[in-house]
């Protein structure tokens, strides 16, 4: 968690929110050797925490907080060896698609910005061999005591279940709380017109200093 609280609370101070989910990882922990074929079996798997930023969750509309939602929908690009791995028995019949969601679009055009450079890699670069992974998570209730998640990816059921701990194994964190709204604030939200009126200053200055130690030609009055 320590190696994660930077990027869950920077990731706060730009989008407002941000999550912090806990899951079983199968691919992590010790591998597991078969002594029969001595060939490996897969590993123990461990738990891993996973930082998700406020365009990947979509809470109940109704919500005022995240105790309040009945249900809440994580949407997340994935590549294709993750849901093979994932879910071993019909993750193979997830197929490419493109990033219909426009949180998505969002995402991987901010990350196209950032991760490499100025250049940066486009969008529909980081969308090959990948697809949107949806995740329902849906509070216990009369029809179901345990609460269920629903897992697909283009078109494809890959888990229907009931939840891992009987509720939900993400939590929020906010930069700026706003009473009675779930959505919370970005300081940089705050910060964006000060920056611009310091942009504006910061020109001014460098335009002054351009035209008045130029050098001038002297000539008679």
């Given at each position: 968690f320590d190696e994660k609280r930077h990027d869950i609370v920077m990731t706060a101070m730009q989008g407002g929110s941000s999550y912090a989910q806990v899951i079983w990882d199968p691919t992590l922990g010790k591998p597991m050797i078969n002594p029969e074929t001595n060939k490996l079996d897969g590993y123990e798997g461990d738990v891993r925490i996973e930082v998700l930023n406020c365009l990947e969750v979509f809470p109940d509309p109704l919500a005022k907080n995240i105790d309040d939602c009945q249900f809440l929908i994580k949407a997340k690009v994935r590549k294709l060896d993750y849901f093979k791995t994932r879910y071993p028995e019909r993750g193979d019949a997830v197929k490419e698609e493109n990033a219909w969601l426009?949180?998505?679009?969002?995402?991987?055009?901010?990350?196209?910005?950032?991760?490499?450079?100025?250049?940066?890699?486009?969008?529909?670069?980081?969308?090959?061999?990948?697809?949107i992974e949806l995740v329902y998570y849906e509070k216990r209730?009369?029809?179901?005591?345990?609460?269920?998640?629903?897992?697909?990816?283009?078109?494809?059921?890959?888990?229907?279940?009931?939840?891992?701990?009987?509720?939900?194994?993400?939590?929020?964190?906010?930069?700026?709380?706003?009473g009675g709204r779930y959505q919370a604030e970005s300081v940089i939200t705050h910060l964006r017109p000060i920056q611009d009126q310091y942009n504006i200053t910061r020109t001014k200055v460098a335009d002054w200093v351009k035209k008045m130690l130029a050098g001038k030609y002297i000539a008679a009055k």
């Open positions: 426009i949180s998505s679009i969002y995402d991987l055009k901010s990350n196209a910005i950032t991760s490499t450079g100025m250049a940066g890699a486009s969008h529909q670069d980081q969308m090959k061999n990948a697809a209730c009369k029809d179901y005591p345990q609460g269920r998640m629903i897992v697909c990816a283009n078109g494809v059921l890959l888990e229907d279940k009931e939840l891992p701990i009987g509720d939900y194994d993400i939590v929020k964190f906010d930069d700026i709380k706003v």
